[in-house]
């Protein structure tokens, strides 16, 4: 069940994400040409690219942190399947601190950003900073899925899963 809601919260991400990268290269390349060709400069496109940008990014590592993405550092072979198995265990227990950090932090942080307005087009803050706290939600919700997982794996002989199934 968890795994099937995580993998429409995904499909949902990669979307959202793919379409704001995509907004974001198109913005540059229209300032870009505006600057160039047309000698004029929009002061909006800095700030929706930006937008476009910081969204992407925390998007983008929430579905990567499901997919197992991130830098790992391996200090024992693949032969000592066990002793890797515990130490990502442990690995996951330690990091989920930090993921509920990125989550209720990010709202702290977000919240702060309604008596901030940008610049050119007056939006609150908070709608570009609230990525941070859904990013880390969504870390949590992927997190609980994989330590299950991985917790079935561990008492099991199946090797532990690299990357979620597609």
């Known amino acids: 069940m968890l795994s099937k809601l995580n993998g429409l919260i995904e499909t949902i991400l990669k979307l959202a994400g793919g379409l704001l990268f995509a907004a974001f290269i198109l913005i540059i390349l ?3 040409f505006a600057r160039n060709f047309i000698a004029m400069s929009f002061v909006w496109t800095d700030e929706i690219a930006m937008f476009c940008f910081i969204w992407s990014v925390f998007i983008g590592a929430a579905v990567g942190y499901r ?9 024992f072979p693949e032969d000592f399947v066990r002793t890797n198995k515990a130490l990502k265990l442990v690995g996951l227990l330690l990091g989920f601190p930090l993921v509920w950090v990125l989550a209720t932090g990010g709202w ?28 880390g939600a969504v870390m949590v919700l992927f ?16 090797p532990m899963q690299q990357k979620v199934a597609e």
């Open 108 to 135: 702290d942080y977000a919240q702060l950003g309604w008596r901030r307005y940008s610049f050119s087009l007056g939006y609150p803050i908070f709608y570009q900073n609230v990525v941070v706290a859904l990013s």
């Open 143 to 158: 997190t609980i899925e994989i330590a299950i997982r991985d917790i079935k794996a561990f008492w099991s002989d199946e």
């Open 30 to 32: 229209f300032q870009v």
């Open 67 to 75: 997919h197992n993405l991130h830098y790992v550092v391996e200090i």
